[in-house]
């Protein structure tokens, strides 16, 4: 495993619930540019051994496959290292899985239809590229896993195959009605991963309209709209987000009639504005600066000061609710529901001692690393989880009390 925060963190504890007699999950070598916190989490459990790892040089990356005779690579570190601990997955002959892909957008993107017109390197267009590549060695690379991008491609493909004839649109929608009693109304919480939340909500977004032409890209914070989430979250207002998940229903779900896809999350007003400024000021920016001779990266700056996911914990209250609103055909009749997993994090923190956006995230990609690791799920080439047979992830959601629920929008 290369990258030991808390969605890392949260997968381990997973695997070693599921498999306590370490009948198919052996042995994980820990690897983290923060050795200490690599060494800490491998203290746990015989079966992990931590390391430092810089997952940058590539020759590192083989080194410690070879010496550790790893067959499986789960890349859980930064999107922009995704690449990198790819190629070096392929080179070393061993199968490999991440979170998400990698995406470069054009300093002055061309908004509208076409997505080549914003993006120097397209999401998740680096991995499918070298699908045959992949095939051809007999390897397996399994992109996107985890609660969004991973368990609702899940969804979709059951939704495709068994609840309608015609699937003609398929829209995820993040949300929550997650609060810190009390807290100052200037909090500022990003939930997640700080890098990522800095490449994915700031970038151009994109949703998919084959009546449109194709791709459509508009600039941050497009598409408001409201939804009502069930289980008592209740309405949410939404935004459009560049995600993997409108690349990957498009590749895979076409065949089955799907004519429109999109992303939208919702979004705190604080951290709304807060993502404004710091883009404006160019602290999001990868870039190396001088600040008074020394090399700094404005982006790593933000994510080592901001508030981690995993300080918020206990304090926090209320659910995540994440799902796909899907809408099509069946029976010749217009139909239309929305498939959806719940999380809440005083329950979260209470199983696991893990917010709920990270556990949520850390259970959709545990789970489909076991079905990976039993071989359950089997193929050659690079495949988000479209490819493969929803049916025993959905099963393995209800053994494990991951749940899932399905209603009806009328």
């Given at each position: 495993?290369?990258?030991?925060?808390?969605?890392?963190?949260?997968?381990?504890?997973?695997?070693?619930?599921?498999?306590?007699?370490?009948?198919?999950?052996?042995?994980?070598?820990?690897?983290?540019?923060?050795?200490?916190?690599?060494?800490?989490?491998?203290?746990?459990?015989?079966?992990?051994?931590?390391?430092?790892?810089?997952?940058?040089?590539?020759?590192?990356?083989?080194?410690f496959i070879k010496e550790y005779n790893i067959d499986f690579v789960m890349d859980a570190s930064a999107p922009f290292l995704a690449d990198i601990i790819f190629d070096a997955a392929f080179k070393a002959k061993v199968n490999y899985a991440n979170m998400g892909t990698w995406s470069i957008p054009k300093k002055n993107p061309k908004f509208g239809l076409g997505i080549e017109h914003s993006y120097k390197r397209i999401m998740t267009k680096y991995n499918f590229d070298q699908h045959e590549k992949w095939k051809e060695a007999g390897l397996l690379a399994t992109i996107c896993l985890g609660i969004d991008p991973g368990v609702v491609n899940v969804f979709a493909k059951y939704a495709a195959l068994y609840e309608f004839d015609e699937l003609h649109e398929i829209h995820v929608k993040d949300g929550n009605n997650l609060y810190i009693p009390n807290s100052d109304p200037n909090q500022i919480s990003f939930g997640f991963n700080v890098w990522t939340?800095?490449?994915?909500?700031?970038?151009?977004?994109?949703?998919?309209?084959?009546?449109?032409?194709?791709?459509?890209v508009e600039d941050a914070f497009a598409g408001l709209e409201t939804f009502k989430m069930p289980e008592d979250v209740g309405v949410n207002t939404l935004?459009?987000?560049?995600?993997?998940?409108?690349?990957?229903?498009?590749?895979?779900?076409?065949?089955?009639?799907?004519?429109?896809?999109?992303?939208?999350?919702a979004l705190d007003d604080n951290?709304?504005?807060?993502?404004?400024?710091?883009?404006?000021?160019?602290?999001?920016?990868?870039?190396?600066?001088?600040?008074?001779?020394?090399?700094?990266?404005?982006?790593?700056?933000?994510?080592?000061?901001a508030p981690q996911?995993?300080?918020?914990?206990?304090?926090?209250?209320?659910?995540?609710?994440?799902?796909?609103?899907?809408?099509?055909?069946?029976?010749?009749?217009?139909?239309?529901?929305?498939?959806?997993q719940?999380?809440?994090?005083?329950?979260?923190?209470?199983?696991?001692?893990?917010?709920?956006?990270?556990?949520?995230?850390?259970?959709?990609?545990?789970?489909?690393?076991?079905?990976?690791?039993?071989?359950?799920?089997?193929?050659?080439?690079?495949?988000s989880l479209e490819q493969f047979d929803p049916l025993p992830y959905l099963k393995l959601m209800e053994e494990t009390g991951f749940v899932y629920k399905i209603v009806n929008i009328v």
């Open positions: 495993m290369i990258g030991t925060g808390a969605v890392g963190q949260c997968i381990l504890k997973i695997l070693l619930k599921r498999d306590p007699d370490a009948s198919w999950f052996k042995f994980a070598l820990l690897c983290d540019i923060d050795q200490e916190k690599a060494m800490k989490i491998a203290a746990g459990d015989a079966r992990f051994k931590g390391c430092y790892l810089d997952s940058r040089k590539e020759e590192d990356i083989l080194t939340v800095l490449d994915e909500v700031m970038n151009p977004n994109v949703e998919y309209d084959e009546s449109k032409g194709g791709f459509i935004v459009k987000v560049e995600h993997e998940e409108v690349m990957c229903f498009v590749r895979y779900l076409k065949p089955y009639g799907l004519k429109k896809a999109t992303f939208k999350i951290l709304i504005q807060a993502l404004k400024v710091l883009d404006q000021l160019g602290l999001r920016s990868i870039e190396p600066v001088n600040v008074n001779g020394v090399t700094v990266i404005p982006r790593d700056v933000v994510a080592a000061v996911p995993t300080d918020l914990g206990s304090e926090m209250f209320g659910k995540m609710c994440v799902g796909i609103h899907c809408i099509g055909i069946k029976d010749s009749k217009p139909k239309e529901i929305f498939i959806y719940p999380f809440d994090n005083q329950e979260s923190m209470k199983q696991w001692n893990m917010q709920a956006v990270v556990a949520q995230t850390g259970f959709g990609a545990a789970l489909a690393i076991e079905l990976l690791a039993k071989k359950v799920w089997k193929d050659t080439g690079v495949h």
